[in-house]
């Protein structure tokens, strides 16, 4: 079992960035495979960026390539996601997800634990 917290959410102005962070109650290197999804009022939570622990890979949704960067600092059981150049349509409620095993997964039915959310919200 792992449990996740994220933190870092807030109101920001188009342009600017956020960096979201999500602790792990235990360490989850090369046992699981970690992902930040997001989810806006009236829509389905979709993927966003996941960390291969195994090869170091990242993938990221289109829409966010050459802005957003998923991170992970092992010594702190952590993980991270930089978002820069935010966009109103990046507003949502952010979530960080893992499941059991190291290579990347893209759905969310993929994932069994999962934060409580951080709220981003970015103005126009």
């Known amino acids: 079992q792992v449990q996740l917290v994220e933190s870092g959410g807030g109101l920001v102005q188009a342009g600017g960035s956020l960096r979201l962070s999500c602790l792990a109650s235990?360490?989850?290197?090369?046992?699981?495979?970690m992902a930040w999804f997001r989810q806006a009022p009236g829509k389905e939570r979709e993927f966003v960026a996941v960390?291969?622990?195994?090869?170091?890979?990242?993938y990221y949704t289109e829409s966010v390539k050459g802005r957003f960067t998923i991170s992970r600092d092992n010594t702190k059981n952590t993980m991270y996601l930089q978002m820069n150049s935010l966009k109103p349509e990046d507003t949502a409620v952010y979530y960080c997800?893992?499941?059991?095993?190291?290579?990347?997964?893209?759905?969310?039915?993929?994932?069994?634990?999962w934060g409580q959310g951080t709220q981003v919200t970015v103005s126009s």
């Open positions: 235990r360490r989850t290197d090369s046992n699981y495979a």
């Open positions: 997800a893992a499941t059991i095993g190291g290579g990347p997964k893209f759905s969310s039915a993929e994932y069994a634990y």
């Open positions: 960390f291969n622990s195994i090869g170091g890979r990242t």
